[in-house]
């Protein structure tokens, strides 16, 4: 079992900046990717980030040039660097990790994005 933790959501004016963060404990042998899905109220959760591996990263087009993922494999950690910050970003934003073809989520931790 993976147990993931998030911290780093809060309130932000638009055109801020926001660190999220993902760190994954419990057994954890190799995993393979890791990344970041949001869920905005009333729509479908929707992949903003991930990284695989070490190296390999892909974006939602929504957040191209503004969000950066990043792995410190030595925590076991994930980053999501959020810039530029939009009111459409507001959602709850999840950690996700896969190891051994299991899928782990966290919590989840609330980004708001208003004035």
Do not use: H
């Amino acid at each position: 079992q993976v147990q993931l933790v998030e911290s780093g959501g809060g309130l932000v004016q638009p055109g801020g900046s926001l660190r999220l963060s993902c760190a994954a404990s419990g057994t954890i042998t190799s995993i393979s990717a890791m990344g970041w899905y949001r869920q905005a109220p009333g729509k479908e959760r929707q992949l903003v980030a991930l990284i695989i591996r070490r190296i390999n990263t892909n974006y939602a087009d929504s957040v191209k040039g503004r969000f950066t993922i990043s792995r410190d494999n030595a925590k076991n950690t994930v980053y999501l660097q959020m810039n530029s910050l939009r009111p459409e970003d507001t959602a709850v934003y999840y950690c996700y990790a896969v190891q051994s073809g299991y899928t782990y989520w966290g919590q989840g931790t609330q980004v708001t994005v208003s004035s």
